[in-house]
C-alpha cells in the first residue's frame, strides 16, 4: 500500500487489543453495526478508549511506522486492521486526511 505525500495531517480513531483474534471479533461487530466508540471504550487498552478511541489531530510520522502507514495510505470513513504494532493490534477508523 502507498503511502500518499499530498496529506500531512490525519484524524483517527482506534481500537487496541492484545490479539489478533479479539480484534477482528470486534472488527466483525462493527462492520455488522456496533457503535466504534463504544467498542473502544469497552475493549481498547488506550488511554484515548475514554475518548471513544479518537486520537484526535496528529501529524505524519507522529504514531508508529505500521499505524503511520495504514492511516495515510487510507480512505477517511474506511475501518481498517488489525495492525500489528509493538502495542498490540489496532482498529483504525480515519476520520480525515489533509
Not at 3 to 15: C, L, M, N, R
Not at 59 to 67: A, I, L, P, S
Not at 72 to 80: A, H, R, T, W
Request: with cysteine; charged share 30%; hydrophobic share 35%.
Amino acid at each position: 500500500r502507498k503511502v500518499d505525500k499530498k496529506y500531512t495531517s490525519a484524524q483517527a480513531s482506534h481500537i487496541l487489543v492484545s490479539s489478533e483474534a479479539i480484534c477482528k471479533d470486534i472488527k466483525r461487530e462493527i462492520e455488522a453495526g456496533a457503535d466504534f466508540a463504544s467498542k473502544a471504550k469497552e475493549h481498547s487498552s488506550c488511554s484515548s478508549s475514554a475518548k471513544g478511541g479518537d486520537l484526535g489531530n496528529f501529524k505524519r510520522g507522529q504514531m508508529v511506522k505500521e499505524f503511520n502507514d495504514v492511516v495515510f495510505s487510507g480512505k477517511p470513513g474506511e475501518l481498517y486492521g488489525p495492525v500489528k504494532t509493538k502495542f498490540g493490534y489496532h482498529l483504525i477508523l480515519i476520520k480525515s486526511l489533509s
